[in-house]
Nanobody, 124 residues
């Protein structure tokens, strides 16, 4: 059974930082791309960051987070991370870990597996 479990999140003031992590189990990670999405009620789900697990092709970011968020992975621990700096009120959302076959599918939002989500709140 595939499980993606997010950790981190919480509340932070605008300009602050938070770090998210997502631990995977039951999935053959080298065959997948993994990343982060976010969703706020009333808005479309948004691709935040991700990469193919094997690392080829580099990391991809949504336009709204480039230069502020950093995606990384710890291969032995089957874990991906999202370091979020200079957080803005528009970054407040539920953040989801996701896995799918290719980075192209990931960026399109064609997802095989989702985590349960973790809330990020940004206060001004």
């Amino acid at each position: 059974q595939v499980q993606l479990t997010e950790y981190g999140g919480g509340s932070v003031q605008a300009g602050g930082s938070l770090s998210l992590s997502c631990v995977s189990s039951g999935i053959d990670l080298p065959r997948y791309a993994m990343g982060w999405f976010r969703h706020t009620p009333g808005k479309e789900r948004e691709f935040v960051a991700g990469a193919a697990w094997h690392g080829g092709g580099g990391n991809y970011y949504g336009d709204s987070v480039k230069g502020r968020f950093t995606f990384s992975r710890d291969t032995p621990k089957n874990t991906i991370f999202l370091q979020m700096n200079d957080l803005k009120s528009d970054d407040a959302a539920v953040y989801f870990c996701a896995a799918t076959g290719t980075i192209a599918d990931l960026r399109q939002g064609w997802i095989d597996y989702w985590g349960q989500g973790t809330q990020v709140t940004v206060s001004s």
